[in-house]
């Protein structure tokens, strides 16, 4: 069956250093694949999509890369601030375009 | 709306008791999701609605869960006869095309006592 995998550690960070986080999946090939933020008592917000066909995506502090061959994609927060701190939610889509997402990593930004 | 909106935003219920969660997607949006959360948890698919096709509902856990979409905009989720593991985070997420991502609504806390 498809699986997700996170972090499985919640990452703590220095204001101002970069976050790295991992998400790993196996059992299938999605085309696309999506991240969102989530806070506490509120629903997950997109972020950003990334193409199969694309390495590496950007949007302003955030980086996102996707590796077909590793199954593996890596989002980067730079120059990272106490308001980044929240949970970060991997989503592969499924062939028929539905997203499932991983279980989170949880960063926390200290200032 | 501005948003999707999710109603109640908490529940709390009797074991065995039917509970409705009722979502209010973005005007348009063709595309509805159901998910649910547990503590600590993943989100875990339930329904999926796409136009006027025939619903995928390959996630709903068990019959005692069912779901519509009246003319292409609300959705009920219905739960009959709840259980204590029915308890997390019910939410709705609509779309227009998948590339622009889901939008969410806060979810429904579910607590069944």
């Known amino acids: 069956s498809q699986k997700i995998e996170q972090n499985s550690e919640a990452l703590n960070i220095q204001e101002g250093k970069t976050a790295t986080l991992t998400c790993n999946y196996t059992?299938?090939?999605?085309?696309?694949l999506q991240w969102y933020r989530q806070d506490p008592g509120r629903g997950p917000v997109f972020l950003l999509l990334?193409?199969?066909?694309?390495k590496e995506k950007r949007k302003e502090r955030l980086k996102v890369t996707f590796d077909t061959t590793l199954k593996q994609s890596l989002f980067h927060i730079t120059a990272s601030q106490p308001a980044d701190s929240a949970t970060y939610l991997c989503?592969?889509?499924?062939?028929?375009?539905?997203?499932?997402f991983g279980a989170g990593t949880t960063v926390t930004v200290r200032a | 709306g501005a948003g999707v909106s999710q109603s109640p935003s908490n529940k709390v219920t009797e074991k065995g008791k039917d509970v409705e969660l009722r979502c209010d997607p973005i005007?348009?949006?063709?595309?509805l999701y159901w998910y649910r959360q547990s503590l600590g948890q993943g989100l875990e698919f339930l329904i999926y609605?796409?136009?006027?096709?025939?619903?995928?509902k390959s996630g709903l856990p068990s019959d005692r869960f069912s779901a519509e979409r009246t003319g292409g905009s609300v959705s009920t989720l219905t739960i009959q006869r709840t259980q204590q593991e029915d308890s997390a985070v019910y939410l709705c997420?609509?779309?227009?095309?998948?590339?622009?991502?889901?939008?969410f609504g806060s979810g429904t806390r579910l607590t069944v006592v």
């Open positions: 989503a592969p889509l499924s062939n028929d375009y539905k997203l499932s």
């Open positions: 059992n299938y090939s999605p085309a696309y």
């Open positions: 609605f796409q136009g006027n096709s025939a619903p995928d």
């Open positions: 990334i193409r199969e066909n694309e």
């Open positions: 997420a609509s779309s227009l095309n998948f590339q622009w991502g889901y939008t």
């Open positions: 005007s348009g949006h063709t595309a």
